[in-house]
C-alpha cells in the first residue's frame, strides 16, 4: 500500500528541489552533488537518496517541480494582460529574465539525458497545444494576420528550435540571445498593423531596453 506523503515531508521535497534547481541551473548539473545538496541543507544523505532514489531522478523532478510552478507564474501573468498578445509578450519577458541566470552548461548536460528529453517533449506536445489555441484568439482578435498557415508555421518554429538546440547556438551566444532572436523575429512575421502596435508600445523588452535596464 502506497504510504501518503506528510505536510512537512512535501515541504522539505519542494525546498530541495527548489534549492537543487537553483545550483543546478547556474553551476551546470555534474558540479552539483547530491551529497553536497544534503550538507548544504542539513539533511541526512540518507533522507535525499530514500526521497529522490538518484541524481538523475533528483533532476527530472527538479525540472517538473520548475515546469509547474512556470506554468503557475504564466497564468498569472496572462491575467493580468490587456490581450492575448501582450499575455505572450508579458510570459516571453518572464522567460527571457529566467534564461539570463541559467548557465548554458546546464542545459547541454540535460540533453544527456533520455529521461529528460522524453520529459521535454511531453511539456513540448502540450505548450504545442496551447499555441495553437492563442494563435486562434489573436486572429479573431486581428492581432495575427489571418493568412498564415499556423499549424505550419509552428511546426516550422519546432524545427529550427530544435536545430537550434541540435547546434548548441547557446553556447555560443547565450540562452537569452537565442530565445529574444528567435522569439521577436518569429513572432513579427505573423503581426498585423495592430499586433505590431502592440509589441512596439514597449511590452516586449528588447536586447537594448534590458541592457539599458543594468
Not at 16 to 26: C, K, N, R, T
Not at 186 to 204: D, F, N, P, W, Y
Request: aromatic letters at 8%.
Amino acid at each position: 500500500m502506497a504510504q501518503t506523503r506528510t505536510g512537512h515531508q512535501d515541504a522539505l521535497r519542494e525546498r530541495v528541489l527548489q534549492y537543487a534547481l537553483g545550483e543546478m541551473m547556474s553551476r551546470g548539473v555534474k558540479r552539483v552533488k547530491v551529497d553536497e545538496i544534503a550538507a548544504d541543507l542539513q539533511m541526512s544523505k540518507r533522507t535525499l537518496y530514500e526521497m529522490f532514489g538518484d541524481k538523475e531522478n533528483l533532476l527530472v523532478e527538479c525540472l517538473s517541480f520548475h515546469y509547474e510552478r512556470q506554468q503557475q507564474e504564466y497564468r498569472r501573468l496572462a491575467e493580468q494582460a490587456a490581450n492575448p498578445l501582450e499575455a505572450y509578450a508579458l510570459i516571453f519577458n518572464s522567460r527571457v529574465d529566467e534564461l539570463r541566470q541559467m548557465n548554458p552548461l546546464f542545459v547541454s548536460e540535460c540533453r544527456k539525458y533520455d529521461s529528460v528529453q522524453r520529459m521535454v517533449a511531453e511539456q513540448a506536445e502540450e505548450r504545442g497545444r496551447h499555441a495553437m489555441s492563442f494563435v486562434q484568439q489573436c486572429v479573431d482578435g486581428g492581432w495575427l494576420r489571418s493568412d498564415v498557415n499556423y499549424e505550419l508555421a509552428l511546426r516550422i518554429f519546432d524545427i529550427v528550435g530544435r536545430a537550434v538546440m541540435e547546434q548548441e547556438l547557446y553556447r555560443e551566444y547565450g540562452m537569452e540571445e537565442v530565445m529574444r532572436t528567435l522569439g521577436v523575429t518569429q513572432l513579427r512575421g505573423l503581426c498585423t498593423a495592430k499586433g505590431l502596435a502592440v509589441l512596439e508600445s514597449g511590452i516586449m523588452h528588447n536586447g537594448n531596453e534590458v541592457k539599458n535596464e543594468k
